[in-house]
């Protein structure tokens, strides 16, 4: 599957966006979505995952309560809706799909085999 990532750009802290995550390819069916994001100077790190069905989502603490992570299989797409944006979310912000079944892959980068471009969010105080 291939995947390619929009919706970044400048906002105000306190502000919103939404992210966008568009796959194409022969097959997207079964597989589970996820946003990771890296920061200047940082490791990159787990934001958000959400299962095939949607049934299942986790989040990392930092985001939970502001972070909403959805899917529309029909339209192939993933979303992160961000709101009550802080400057440390600053970062460049991946989407990602696994085929991996537990939870702790789920949350792992190394367990996702696709991967988008990566688009920028800059959150300014």
């Known amino acids: 599957v291939q995947l390619q990532a929009s919706g970044g750009g400048l906002v105000q802290a306190g502000g919103s966006l939404r992210l966008s995550c568009a796959a194409s390819?022969?097959?997207?069916?079964?597989?589970?979505m996820g946003w990771f994001r890296q920061a200047p100077g940082k490791e990159r790190e787990f934001v958000a995952t959400?299962?095939?069905?949607?049934?299942?989502?986790y989040y990392e603490d930092s985001v939970k309560g502001r972070f909403t992570i959805s899917r529309d299989n029909a339209k192939r797409t993933v979303y992160l809706q961000m709101n009550s944006l802080k400057p440390e979310d600053t970062a460049v912000y991946y989407c990602?799909?696994?085929?991996?079944?537990?939870?702790?892959?789920?949350?792992?980068?190394?367990?996702?085999?696709?991967w988008g471009q990566g688009t920028l969010v800059t959150v300014s105080s």
């Open positions: 990602a799909a696994t085929l991996a079944g537990n939870y702790n892959a789920k949350i792992n980068a190394r367990y996702y085999n696709s």
């Open positions: 959400i299962t095939w069905t949607g049934d299942s989502r």
């Open positions: 390819g022969r097959t997207f069916s079964g597989y589970s």
